[in-house]
């Protein structure tokens, strides 16, 4: 009978598990068309959000465009706000808008990125403060903040639409700072009982480990968060101070300038996960892929 010691036996199951590891199927996968035809239609209801005319009046009932034609399936649609935000609590200047798409039977949440000096504050603010939406769930204090004067206008404007349109599918949306307060906005609104997938463009880091992964857990939606090849702002805050990302990451690796390809996004799993922005070479930073994601996102 053939003996193997223990010490080799030992040896051979821990290289197999690092092989497994390396190999495993959801570490980093192709997407296939829908899911990047999706990843371009919500990026369109981000870059809405920077366009004046759908955030400054607060009853709604405006037909989503962009005065810069960035959103042109968006404007395709039937959308119209039903409520719209612009620094409601006077602190952190978080703006955007609630819109429902009758062709598509969706329920928007979009937050806008940095565009005043109250939303580059909050981008600053990132000590991490204690939040109740999960035990231990620590977040970046500005975008926490953000989120926090946002949400009584928001939560009554989803509830009312719910009532209306009980069948139409929430989705959050945002680029940048707006991601990253669309991150803590599903994490209390899945919380709550209401699936929502969650879209985001540019995000940076908002928490540690502990509210990372359950925002990635979460089952009521999914998680689409992506990246481009050299911006910098996923990065931030430092990995150091304790930030992680949520997962999954939908990582494009064309340069600024050219609309990407299904073939040219890959999905990464993992709140640490060197494939993608994270672990591309920090020397090639360039901060206007910030802006370009499928196309000028931020453009109004």
Known sequence: MLYISPSKLAAAVIVLFFSCSLAAPLERRAIDATTFANLQLFEQFAAASYCPGNDNVTAGGTKLTCATDNCPLVAADDVTTVYEFENPGLLTGVTGYVAVDHTLALTILAFR??????????????????????PHCFCHQGFYNSWLEARPGVLAALLTTAHQYPTYRVTIVGHSLGGAI????????????TPADLYTYGAPRIAGPVLSDYITDQKAGGN??????????????????GFVHISPEYYIDTVTGVVPTAANVTALYGNVNLNGNTGNDKNKTDVLAHGWYFNHVSAC
């Open 113 to 134: 990125g940095s565009h005043t000096f109250r939303n580059w504050a909050a981008d600053l603010d990132f000590v991490q403060i204690p939040t109740d939406i999960c």
């Open 182 to 193: 669309a991150d803590v906005a599903a994490a209390e609104i899945r919380k709550a009982g």
């Open 224 to 241: 689409y968060r992506t990246t481009h090849y050299d911006d910098p702002v996923p990065r931030l805050p430092p990995r150091a101070l």
